[in-house]
Structures are given as C-alpha cells and as structure tokens.
C-alpha cells in the first residue's frame, strides 16, 4: 500500500506565506513525477505545480514567482512553498505522485486526502 498525506496548511492573510508537506509511504520502489493540484469550491480540480524525478518542474501561470514545488527523494516528501498569497489561492491543496510499488513495480498514480489552505483577512 501506498499512502500520501499532506501538512501545512492553514489560514493565512493575504500576502503571507505557506508552505506544504506531502509525505509518501509505504513499500514504495521508485516515485516519478510528484504534484500539487488545487480545489476550490465550486471548481474543477487544477494542476498547481509538477516536480519531475530530474529535478525540473513546472507551474501554473497564476503562481509562477510566487510557489516553488521541491522534493527530497531520500526521505520521500514534496514541499510547495507558496509565497505572496491572494484570496484566490484558496483551496484544498492535493498531493499527487506516480510510484511504483515492491508488490507489482508497475507506476500508478495516488493521491492524498488534501489540506486547506484558506487566504484572508
């Protein structure tokens, strides 16, 4: 079994700063690419920011310069620091990651169960 579990969020005021934790475990063989995706109510599900296992990343347009997405592949984790935040970053923060199992080695991808972030004075 595979588990991910977010930490971090919280109420924040406008321009202030968070930053979340997604920890991944389990009998976990490898991990490629790791994720942050955002809901708010009332909205689709959206990709935040993309970590891949070279290192390299990617983000969405509204938080390029203000989030930057990390991990630390020896203790299994992703961090999205977020920076500068506005009431529309508001939302229920998901971790996502592809990781392959001992039990079938086969990539899949698993979520977590998400943390609340809320901006606002």
């Known amino acids: 079994q595979v588990q991910l579990v977010e930490s971090g969020g919280g109420l924040v005021q406008p321009g202030g700063s968070l930053r979340l934790s997604c920890a991944a475990s389990g009998m976990i063989f490898s991990i490629r690419d790791m994720g942050w995706y955002r809901q708010a109510p009332g909205k689709q599900r959206e990709l935040v920011a993309t970590?891949?296992?070279?290192?390299?990343?990617a983000y969405e347009d509204s938080v390029k310069g203000r989030f930057t997405i990390s991990r630390d592949d020896a203790k299994k984790m992703a961090y999205l620091s977020m920076n500068s935040l506005k009431p529309e970053d508001t939302a229920v923060y998901l971790c996502n990651a592809d990781v392959a199992a001992y039990s079938d080695y086969r990539f899949l991808y698993y979520w977590g169960q998400g943390t609340q972030v809320t901006v606002s004075s």
């Open positions: 970590v891949y296992s070279d290192g390299s990343t």
